[in-house]
């Protein structure tokens, strides 16, 4: 007998959808918040620590701009390094991590200051002793440090961190500096790290091509 044109059309169809959607399913990764923290609450905020190398000022928190570290106190500047270490991540199992978050500078009249110099830098580490001056960094690079006006919040960029820091124990930290003669105040708020969980299924992501001659799908002269 021969196939119904309309059927065969509607089956070719049904197979075309089943076969797209598989191909779909198996490209697209999820992405897994590892690390997700405002930091504009005193919860979120104390689930980073606070480490003073230098100087009395440390970070501290506030409701309205997240975590900040300033200098200057008083009418004075101070010389500091202060360090902000994010609770432990597992990175073990995850691929392309990224860190993210939003932050500014001021006042007015010096939010540039140290830019140059280096003063505000992001870190990564695999193994954290709890003292940053023992501690192996890794820098993340591509930091977005453009500020344009004081006291405006802009976006990090995506801050690839690399692969030779991701361990079981790893963590990201943004350090803090100021000198005797000058100081800013550095605000950063909701941090987040994103990746995507690895494979456990080793044919996961591969797309397989079967062929099928649908057109004579259904006869039995011709078949199957």
Same mark, same amino acid.
């Given at each position: ?50 480490f ?34 994010s ?6 199992q ?16 010096v ?22 001056? +023992? ?5 993340? *690079?591509?930091?977005?440090? =453009? /500020?344009? %006006?004081?006291?405006?919040?802009? &976006? ?17 930290a943004?350090?803090?500096? +100021?000198i005797?003669?000058?100081?800013? *105040?550095?605000?950063?708020? =909701? /941090?987040? %790290?994103?990746?995507?969980?690895? &494979? ?16 004579w ?8």
């Open positions: 007998s021969i196939p119904n044109p309309f059927l065969m059309q509607k089956l070719t169809r049904l197979l075309l959808l089943v076969i797209l959607s598989g191909f779909s399913v198996n490209l697209v990764t999820a992405q897994t918040n590892i690390l997700d923290q405002s930091l504009l609450t005193q919860q979120s905020f104390d689930t980073f620590t606070t003073s190398v230098t100087g009395a000022q440390t970070w501290n928190h506030s409701f309205t701009y997240g975590a900040v570290c300033s200098g200057y106190v008083g009418g004075q500047n101070y010389e500091n390094e202060d360090w902000l270490v609770p432990i991540m597992n990175l073990t995850t691929d392309n991590v990224k860190l993210t978050f939003n932050h500014t500078r001021g006042s007015a009249a939010f540039n200051v140290g830019v140059a110099e280096g003063w505000y830098k992001v870190y990564a580490t695999a193994d954290y002793t709890g003292d940053p001056s +023992s501690t192996q960094w890794v820098e993340l *690079t591509g930091f977005n440090q =453009n /500020v344009p %006006v004081a006291w405006q919040y802009i &976006a990090s960029g995506e801050l690839i961190i690399p692969d030779e820091v991701k361990s079981e124990n790893s963590r990201i943004f350090r803090y500096n +100021s005797a003669g000058q100081s800013a *105040t550095w605000e950063i708020k =909701n /941090v987040k %790290v994103t990746g995507e969980p690895q &494979a456990t299924n080793p044919n996961a992501g591969i797309f397989k091509i079967t062929n099928w001659n649908t057109e799908l259904g006869c039995g002269q011709f078949g199957p």
